[in-house]
Every structure is written in structure tokens, then in C-alpha cells.
């Protein structure tokens, strides 16, 4: 029998209007903001990729919490709406909450990291490199070599090599507190990681009783790879699936504006006592008193529902399904991107769309200029202003790839507005021979691509 064609498993209650500049009045915008796409107004931009964080549609479930939310300053009922509902999922006793995703690191870090320490994982997401390297400690990349390669079709480009992660920990024996896996890898391309790898991973933490801190940002989405990939997965549910991989985790990092489906907010989960004790003593004072981590209670109580509403296969499959199409859409048209397209996110590969323009001249960085001025779509440099100077020799590093990445809000963009984005990048790839690169012409002395300018290249 043929099968019933999907959609969303929802219907648009409340909309906000967005306003559509002339090609002019975009072209002034961008040149106005340095040609720095941080640096527009939101409501310049007509299709908003910059980040699927805190960018989400909440349901009128989540509304409802957040009327019926209770605020108090110690045990709330907000916060244990929260923290029943991490605990069921999750099965970790210890929950902070926290006002976001890096405040989770900067508390957890603070309890686990020294000077001169060396924190393993699969391509740190750029916060919790900071918050390492910000501690005099230092992050290492033990990905799979297939990740490097943009064509390779590895169904689980976030995994860890598991023979370096071994020799990384037996050459630094006493300065590895704990390795931190990233599920779904986001610096990778959004990339999950397979339950046979956590395990692994997990395997060799136990074997020289390492710490395993999971970054769970995009946890959900993870779980759906696992169960659309991985072979045995898929007659489990997604719950199931999620409680199998934190089994292998001691301890969790969370921005809930991406799986949470919530503006605001982040937590960490644990299971042991003692680094909870830690961590709360770092919680009072970075973040507020433990049961609202700097969070209002309101946000709690959408967060736990938030919670309940991502692990549902329906959503995951719209929304998944929805990155995937419009990554399919984009190789048809001969787009070239990072393959297989992972979660939130396209990463279109600059480097091969400008062949033309070398990394040094902001490839990357061009394409978002110049696909903002052909369809007001904002998109993100992920290429050499993002990986900035070498502390020490002041050199630019030079990242093996200069993406743009569109990264897609979660229930808030139709199939039409992805039509824009693909015409935009067909546009801006019909002309691409006579695009021309871009300059810097301020630079911060740290984290420049947020306020850096540039110049175009005549
Ligand atoms: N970990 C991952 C994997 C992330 O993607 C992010 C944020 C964080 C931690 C930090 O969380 O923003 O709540 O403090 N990623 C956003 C992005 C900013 O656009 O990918 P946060």
C-alpha cells in the first residue's frame, strides 16, 4: 500500500510578520553593518539562519506553562516540574539549571578543570573550547578522520577515533579529568554520533576511570539518527533510545534553547553527589541559587514540557526532514555542501562554491554578504574569521573549511521559505564568478567575528 505522504504534527496558531527590503535597501543595510551579518538588525533580515538557539517556535503547551509557572526564588514548583522531567528522561539524579549553555560549562568546568589539563572530545562547540582554554587547559579533537572530508557519507561523522582518544589519555595519564562528547556535533557539521561509539567511548573512560560529560544540546536529534541509522535501533522509541545513551554519561552539559525548545535556559545533570556539591558552590555564585540557576521559574516549567515535546518521533521526523530536504535541494542544484547533511543545519562549502577566492580573501564570509543582499537570508561564517589568530604568533589559523552555515529554527520556517533560500544560493551561485572577497578592516583582539568590519575586495 503506498504510504501516506507526512507534515508538521502541528498548525500554525500565531504568526509574526516579517518585512522583505528591496535588493537596495539590503545592499545599504549590509555595507551599513560593515558587511558583518552580527551586525544587522533582525528585522532587516527576512529568512533568519544565523543560529537554531533559542529561535525555536514554542507550542501552546509551553504558553501554557510558562502563565502557569510559579516563580520563587528556592523551590519553586517550576523547578521540579523541570527537574522530574530531566530526571524521567535522563535518569541522572542531580539537576542545576543554569541561563544557558556556556553558564552549565563555566560552572562544570569550574569544579573539573586545572591548569594545563587536556579535555578529548569530538570537535568542541567553540564555548566549551573557550571555557578550557580560558582555564589554561587544552581542548583535543579525536574525531574520525571521515569527518574531514566534506563528500565522505559516514552516516556518524561525530565519532570519536577511539585508538587516539586511548593514546591522547595514556600519554597525558594524570591531566585528563574528562573527556566531553558532543551529541549532535555541531563544529562538525551537526553531525551524530552512534550509540555503538558512545559506548565505546564510555568503554574507554571506565577502562582509566575517566569522567564521560556529554554536551547535550542537540540530544534529541542524536537519538533520531541512532534510530533512523544505527542497526537494532529501530523498533526502540526515542526515549528509550535517549535513556540508552546518557546511561553511558557520568555528568551532562545542556542549552535548552536548541533541544528545549525554550528561548532561555540551559542545566547540567549528574550522577554523582559529591561533584554536585561541587558544582553547586560555583552555581551560587556564577549563576543564582540552585533551584533557578538564572532562570525564571516560567521558563522552567516550558522547558520541562519543551522537553517531553522534542522527543516525540513525529516532530523530530518534520524537523529533521525539513533540514534534510532542503539540503537535498541545494546538491540537485549543484550546491556543494557537507555531506550527509546532519540535524540543525547546511553548511555550504564556500571554499569549492568560490574556487575563485582564496581562504585568506573570506570566502565564507563572502557568500553570506552576498547571499543576505540577494534574498535577505542571514546565514553564519563558520570559516577563518570565526577560528581567528594564533594566540601566540598572532598568524590567522587557517580551518580546513570555510563554511556558511544555515542553520534552521525549530517549527518556525515552511517549505516555502526554504524555496527562498535555495533560489538565493542558485542566484549567488549563477554569478559566482564575479563575486569578489572581503577584507577586515577592524578586528577585536579575541572572538573577532562578532564585531569585526570588513571592506569589499575590488
Ligand atoms: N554546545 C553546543 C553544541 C552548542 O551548539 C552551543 C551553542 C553551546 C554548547 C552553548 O550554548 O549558546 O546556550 O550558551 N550553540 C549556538 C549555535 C550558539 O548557534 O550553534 P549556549
Redesign the pocket.
Known sequence: MERMPYSEPYKIKTVESIKVLTHQERQAKIKEAGYNLFNLRSEDVYIDLL???GTGAMSDKQWSAIMTGDESYAGSKSFFKMKDKIVDLLKMPYVIPTH????AENVLFSALIKEGDIIPGNTH?D??KGHIEFRNAFACDCTINEASDADNEHPFKGNVDIGQLESVIKQNRSKVPFVVL?VTC?SGGGQPVSMDNIKAVSDTCRKYDITLVF?V?RFAENAYFIKTREKGYEDKSITEIVAEMFSYADACTM?A??DGIVNIG?FIALRSEELYKQCSVFTIIYEGYLTYGGMAGRDMAALAVGLEEVTDFDYLRSRIGQVQRLGKKLQDAGIPIIKPVGGHAIYVDAMKFFPHIPQDQLPAQTLGVELYTEAGVRGVEIGIVLADRDPITRENRKPKFDLLRL?IPRRVYTENHMEVVVWGLKKVHERRNSCKGLELTYEAPIMRHFTARFKKLD
Open positions: 543560529t537554531d538557539s544557558q549553555g556556556r553558564a562547540f564555548t566549551t558532543t555541531n554536551d544540546a542549552s534553547k536548541k540551559g542553520a
